[in-house]
Structure formats: C-alpha cells, structure tokens
C-alpha cells in the first residue's frame, strides 16, 4: 500500500514538473520579499546559474541587467541595476526572492517573476509569443532559480 501511494506521489510530481523535495511556486514563502528556504533541497550550480543568466531562451538577465563577468554575450541592458556585487548587496534569501518574485521586496519593479504561475492579468507561454495553455509553468525552474541564485552569489566588487 505505502509503495503504491509514493510511486503515484512520484507520478503526481513528475506530471506537474515537481520533485520530492521542491516547493511550487505557489507554497513559496516570502518574508519582506527573502524566501530563506531553498525551492529545491539541493545547492545550486553557479556555473549554470551562469548560463542561465546569459541566455536568451532562458533567464535573459542581460535584457535589463549588465554584467562585467558576461563580456562574452552581447547586449547587456541598462534598465535594471549592474549586477556585479550582487553577492555583496543581497544575501542568499534575498537574491533568492528577488529572482522567485521581485515585486515582492520591489513592489513598483519591471522585473519578471520567474517562478510564479497565477496572479498575471495575462499571461503568455514562456517566451513563445503563445497564450499559456495547460501546460502553463513558472519562466524557470525552482533548481534553475537556485542555480541562478548560486551564481549571483558569486558576484563580488
């Protein structure tokens, strides 16, 4: 009986894009915009926080932000604050909210919530153009938000 309840729990967490250990978007928990709990269980890789803050199928950081470790990907904006020193300016919960939800600790902030799925007057697929279907997730994953957190950690002055 108790294998049969875990392999369906499994299968109910696999369909909605959860592991065992994740919070969904939806059970975050902010504290004045910090969310002190990691999403996932498991540290983040700062090397694919990396990536994932570079690219433009991805996070896309660099639209709005500008970061001196990124010489490589062109582009970089200016509507958001330098990201370099980030590590230095938030702490780990802090970074982890903003990335999670910014308009959380900045109310009146442009920024994307990335791990968030209801509360949008009108929400599209990702960014795909496409109205949100079924299928309709956070822009990133709660270990993407991790990761990204891990490498904005890193960001030093």
Known sequence: MERTFLATLALTLSTLGLSAGEIAPTAVTFVDGSVE?????????????????GNKSMGNCVACHEVSDLSDVPFHGEIGPMLDGAGERWSEAELRGIVANAKMMFEDSLMPSFYKTEG??????????????????????????????AYLSTLKE
């Not at 109205?131 to 993407?144: I, K, M, R, V, Y």
């Open 37 to 53: 709990a990691s999403l996932t269980g498991v540290a983040g890789d700062p090397t694919r926080g990396r990536e994932i803050v």
């Open 120 to 149: 949008f007057i009108r929400p599209g697929k990702a960014y795909t153009g496409e109205a949100a279907d079924d299928t309709f997730g956070p822009l990133l994953t709660a270990q993407q938000i991790e990761d990204v957190v």
